[in-house]
């Protein structure tokens, strides 16, 4: 089941309706491809791109059974669907990414874990399953720390940084009691990420190595390539090459690291792992020859990859979040700046509208 | 009214729900805004694309003003919507391109005479409203002649060559009591278009002249750009200005001519206005800054013009008709090549299935 490819026309279903899934089936538009999009919220942004909204909850099994019958491959847009929901889709249609790579990326300690396997190195981390375990820890992990939950965190949601001993009561509280994992910090020079893919066959692809600015938890400005030396980029890739063998990938997924500047020598750790298209590889749009969201529908199709090259010398993504959305006037009238908006009616203070595309005359 | 400006998340209607219509819904819902489809056709490839189907007649009066309830300005993706559906909607909202320029290029006969107005050149030609006058005009036209309906052909349909006198009652009938056009046949040395576009405050902008062959009468290739002198090249784009303004145009339309070389000297000749998007305008979706569907919507969303740069030394694009489309899985696995299918589900003799797109490294 597999090995399925689909054909032009047929139906690939997408859980989760926001921007992500939105920008999916707008690429598979492109190339001839139905999507049937599965979303609880009845506002969700991919709706306004498909014929058809699925409009139900992730646990409801009648809908998900009419779903699948519905489509010939599946795959989803978050990594917080429930896994039970994949688990429940894998049994009536294929699931790409399945239910092993999700199982992984949704957990903290997998995701740590699997990349130490692989040999790649991650900040020092502890499993906390309790207050205590965390009074315990925290010495031999050293401080500044930060205590995130173990599943369902995004853009810095779910994390605390604990700089004393003395923080650690109120940290743990901040996790209401669901399970952590405390990290220590790392002090990184950049963070960068790795938007790769694999196909049926597991032929592996990545783009250019992004590099990636943060403000206030959440992802401010993305440029490729990422201004690191020549073997830190091809150790990024490899490592993403080797998780994405271990999980059995197949579709796009991003690799967060955190890089740090010894001079003679960049060290890079993982610290995430997305199973998904991400937000760090929407310069792709504009700036290479294949986008995320065309890669990703490819693999999910079972059809061979598209070419990583990028367009430009470089490119930068900046996020439109909140009130920044509200710009797009000049933006629009900007000579070679490339707006995507994400048809969300209200604007919220943190909520991503939208995201603009530069190309670089100059590599960054 | 004519001045309204769109915010994104407002909504274009489209008439005509064809390949074009669907590609100027994807470039829509970039930009955050939607679009509502009206087609007769229930199987229309752009209510693939956009939230909900409206399928009416387009005399269908009740359906067109609910359409105009629900939408902030209107489009048509074809030049054979009726002049009367785009007379009776422009009462309500605004429509663009407006009727006049829909009139005028709905005719073969007004075309030309436009043409000639603004100091272009086209081939001879004249008005033939019954088998007499064409009797009397053919000699004054000369030999070898085309007969072709002033009104609704598109792809070489409603043409007929004429090379000898004694053919004239068999083409003459072909028109099937249609109004009709004489035009003497042009020995071209290669036929290319412009596509250009007006924003509401009537600033210009074309993209590098497009080279066209054709194939059985449908576009088979375009390249961009044209193989033309600089001057030729110069004079269509300068042509099309004069024709966007004296058509009070606004959006994005297509002007096809005729290029005879004289060696020291191109002489270019109109043959054809399309008020819309236009097939030898499908390669600046990968191959120019801005696409012209982006463009046509920049322009009906009352919004700016985009760059018309090109992204590469040159560009082409390949129709798939009918069973080309059957070579997508050696198409999606070209490196280079830009697959776009336009979901139609039926393989048939003449369709247009899709296109592909590929830059190209050097200038044509």
Not at 64 to 79: C, K, P, Q, S, V
Not at 97 to 112: F, H, M, T, V, Y
Not at 323 to 345: C, M
Request: charged share 25%.
């Amino acid at each position: 089941m597999n090995r399925t490819r689909l054909q032009p026309g047929d139906t690939i279903g997408i859980l989760g309706g926001g921007q992500l899934g939105r920008m999916l089936a707008l690429a598979a538009a492109r190339l001839g491809l139905q999507c049937l999009v599965f979303a609880p919220e009845p506002d969700s942004p991919a709706f306004q791109v498909t014929a058809e909204p699925i409009i139900a909850a992730y646990d409801d099994h009648d809908a998900l059974r009419a779903f699948a019958g519905r489509i010939r491959a599946a795959t989803y847009e978050f990594e917080n669907v429930p896994a039970e929901t994949v688990a429940f889709l894998e049994k009536l249609v294929p699931v790409r990414p399945g239910s092993k790579a999700l199982g992984i990326a949704q957990d903290r300690i997998n995701e740590k874990q699997l990349a130490r396997e692989i040999g790649a190195m991650t900040a020092d981390f502890a499993d906390i399953p309790s207050e205590d375990a965390l009074r315990k820890m925290l010495p031999q992990i050293g401080l500044p720390a930060i205590l995130k939950t173990r599943r369902f965190g995004y853009d810095g949601k779910g994390q605390v940084r604990i700089s004393s001993e003395a923080e650690s009561a109120s940290a743990y509280a901040a996790m209401r009691g669901q399970p952590a994992i405390l990290e220590r910090m790392v002090a990184f020079q950049s963070e960068i990420s790795v938007i790769a893919a694999r196909d049926i066959n597991g032929t592996f692809a990545a783009f250019d190595v992004t590099e990636n600015e943060h403000r206030n938890g959440i992802l401010h400005r993305s440029i490729a390539p990422a201004r690191i030396k020549p073997n830190a980029a091809a150790e990024a890739i490899d490592i993403a090459r080797r998780l994405g063998e271990a999980m059995d990938y197949i579709g796009v997924f991003a690799v967060e690291f955190f890089a740090e500047d010894f001079s003679r020598r960049e060290v890079i750790r993982v610290n995430e792992i997305a199973p998904r298209v991400h937000n760090s590889g929407h310069w792709t749009q504009d700036g290479a020859a294949t986008s995320q969201f065309e890669q990703h529908i490819r693999a999910v199709a079972g059809w061979p990859l598209g070419a990583t090259t990028m367009r430009a010398s470089g490119a930068e993504m900046i996020n439109l979040i909140g009130e920044d959305a509200l710009a797009w006037q000049n933006l629009v009238a900007e000579p070679g700046a490339y707006l995507h908006l994400y048809g969300k009616a209200e604007v919220r203070a943190g909520r991503k509208m939208g995201h603009v595309n530069r190309l670089l005359a100059k590599r960054p």
